[in-house]
């Protein structure tokens, strides 16, 4: 029996009509009110929201959201995701060496560095808590490191130190800048000579009128060193307030400059560069400039971009027109390449982002873009990003706010393009990484490989091994307890950062996994494993678990939510029969209500 019938719909009806008569124009009034109010809401709220949408024809379901704005896959032996990337164009033949991002954002669970390999399957990634930026590869000493940034984040800049770890994944270096300063998250360069460019955010008091600051205002003045690496003797350090003003700024102060922890970002350093003239190049993001930096005076030797250019511009404005950019690179004595971002804030959305390649003509002061670098879907990026020059002549552009990677013949033509979000929400940073890069690695890790257990089959996987080709099940040959001794009966060939080997009769009680290289050699291997009885089966797999559990109390939750609309709206009806009186214009009964009502 159901609460909904005839007598009850009667009822309501004519409460309704009873009402109407009485309180027609306030009912009007408030509904007015309310669609005016809704209105207004939904165009403050909704409508920029939408706007920052980038829906365009030919998305796939991946870009439009359909497996989630930053899709990840689970382990069932290794406890942290890792994207699930879309690859395009089909059978795009992409640079194989692997790829180094450091993904963050509210839809990446447990952010920090991340080894992924050419098909975009997990090789090696470490939660690191905090924030991780800018982690590639690095050559100190010969020896090549992997190196971040890690910290706390705080707008624009950070307050952290650098790491340095080697090919075990153990960390070998952690590196601060020279002086009583915090490390910046946007730049941790290690020479040629094994010495290390870094940066720093300090807050320093100038006079900000002329910008519609306060006198005794604050800036972040960017400032940057270069640091002998084994001795720790501050070799060079450099001060954009020496050399660039406020009004140079592009950036609006806002209500920022009136304290020491609100300074005015006026200028925003985020890449540095040397070349072998010891020339170094700077980015200033805040003043769209880029520079040459004497490496004995500190002098400006020239600035391209912004309101101190001084380049006439061959291509029509196209060599000095970026804007909020990141990552200048030195790529040959008059050559260099940058990402130009184009845009700071979602507020312009025909803004486009690029990678630049410009030769500087010094005798003529005059710039040229030789080449740039557009992603197929016309990428904003309003922060972040990167250009790595490949020694094949391609080029990979790393999105930075926006959670791609592409990479380019040396004419601008897509060779690669790696999405690891769904790029319809990119202006919605849900997924972002700093930079990107393409290295060569090998990795041994220190740790044990992680293995977990099912009744018919074990999944295993070895965080950062990168040279498992195969792995060998060796079972225990059920003689001696205190001196195991084992002999291989399988072996499956690794299949990406997981591999589920189904466990043959031979495994009876006890069995390790032995990691086996392409040569023949072994790795390392698992600790002592034991089959699962057959009784086991359901209670061990950790996915099926959470998909059980989280059924279970989404029918719960639905049960308890139709129990409350069942009762609220029993309640109601209940309350509005009881207050019918003068408006009743149908006969009612009050046994038949009787009849029809659900005990409660
Ligand atoms: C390395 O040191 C040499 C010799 O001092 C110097 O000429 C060169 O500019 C330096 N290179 C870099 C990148 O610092
Ligand atoms: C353990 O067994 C192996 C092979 O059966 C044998 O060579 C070795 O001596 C034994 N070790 C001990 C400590 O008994």
Redesign the pocket.
Known sequence: MFLWNSSGLRRMSSWLRGNRLNYLPIRWIALLVAALGGAIVFYIFAVPQLLRLRFRAGLSWYDLGAQGLGPTKDYVSFDQESPIVEISPPGAQCDPRYTFLAPRGDSVAHPGPMILDSAGELVWTKWNGGTTQDFKVQRYKGEDFLTYWQGDTDDNYGRGLWYMLDSTYNQRHVVSPVGMYDGDLHEFHI???D?ALLMIYDPIVVDLRSVGGPELGWIYDGVFQEVDLETGELLFQWRASDYYSPSDSYDPIGDTGTGRTSGYDYCHINSVD?????RYLVSMRHLHTIACIDGTTGEVSWSLGGKKNDFTDASDGAATDFAWQHDARWRGPNRLSLFDNAAYTNDDPSAVSRGMIIDLDMNAQQATLVQSYDHPQDMMAVSQGNLQLLDTGNVLVGWGHSAAYTEFSPEGEVVCNVHFGASAFFTFGRVVSYRVFKFDWIGHPTSTPDATLTPDSVFVSWNGATEVAAWRVEAWDGVSLSNMTFSAVDEVSRSGFETEIPLVPEVVSFFRLRAIHANGDSLGVTGLLQRLPASAAGSSSRSSGYSWATWTIVIVAFGCLVCGVYFAVHRRLRGISRSIGPYQLVAYKEDEDEHNRLPL
């Open positions: 020479t040629a000579n010495t040397k070349d072998d003239q010891g």
